[in-house]
């Protein structure tokens, strides 16, 4: 370093100072971004999700999805008179392609307010080990994040927006997950964890 840089450095400290901090504050929040990348492990389970649909509001009847003794069941219940049930459909988040299809369910259309509620098997997956865990073996669990910018960088110099995303969240690491269109505001559709399933290797093929 030339002394006509030192003294530069010493005369304008505050200026550096302004200059660096910010680069090295944005540097560490990267770092501490991607180190659970680098540290967490994948995910192991494949993940049960319900959502309500919006858009069947007529049918007569409202649909829980849960895990009885290592099976998938749909509970169904009547809606009561004057009021309009809101179904709820089952999707299937694949860990190994970290990709999300419907499991279609037969339901029936409605019920007689009075009639007890109804038990469906999920038979689309008869053959996986369901878990009734809201965390995995492993540590993931399903959040409803509701705040998000564009990237860390946005964070910190106010470049907020905002979004609400489902998302696995174990240890810091975060894998946001892609439902259908009607489905990605999970507020507005209320998307919950409905279980885990086993790893197929595990337990056999669907």
């Known amino acids: 370093m030339t002394p006509g840089s030192g003294r530069f450095l010493r005369e304008n400290a505050f200026l550096v100072a302004a200059v660096t901090l910010p680069v090295v504050v944005v540097a560490f929040f990267l770092l501490a971004t991607a180190?659970?990348?680098?540290?967490?492990?994948?995910?192991?389970?494949?993940?049960?999700?319900?959502?309500?649909?919006?858009?069947?509001?007529?049918?007569?009847?409202?649909?829980?999805?849960?895990?009885?003794?290592?099976?998938?069941e749909a509970t169904v219940r009547p809606v009561p008179a004057g009021l309009y049930g809101q179904p709820s459909k089952l999707f299937l988040w694949d860990h190994t392609t970290m990709s999300v299809r419907e499991i279609v369910v037969?339901?029936?259309?409605?019920?007689?307010?009075?009639?007890?509620?109804?038990?469906?098997?999920?038979?689309?997956?008869?053959?996986?080990?369901?878990?009734?865990?809201s965390k995995a073996p492993d540590g993931y669990q399903l959040e409803n994040r509701s705040q998000r910018g564009p990237g860390i960088v946005g964070e910190l110099f106010g470049m907020h927006r905002y979004n609400s995303e489902a998302s696995l969240v174990n240890r810091g690491r975060v894998i946001p997950i892609e439902l259908p269109g009607q489905f990605q505001n999970v507020y507005s559709t209320g998307v919950n964890s409905a279980g885990w399933l086993a790893p197929e290797a595990n337990y056999g093929q669907r």
């Open 35 to 72: 180190i659970p990348r680098w540290t967490v492990p994948p995910p192991a389970y494949d993940l049960l999700i319900s959502a309500s649909d919006n858009n069947q509001t007529n049918r007569r009847i409202t649909v829980d999805f849960g895990v009885r003794d290592g099976k998938v």
């Open 106 to 133: 037969e339901l029936p259309d409605s019920l007689v307010e009075g009639d007890a509620p109804r038990t469906i098997l999920v038979d689309a997956l008869a053959g996986r080990q369901a878990l009734a865990l």
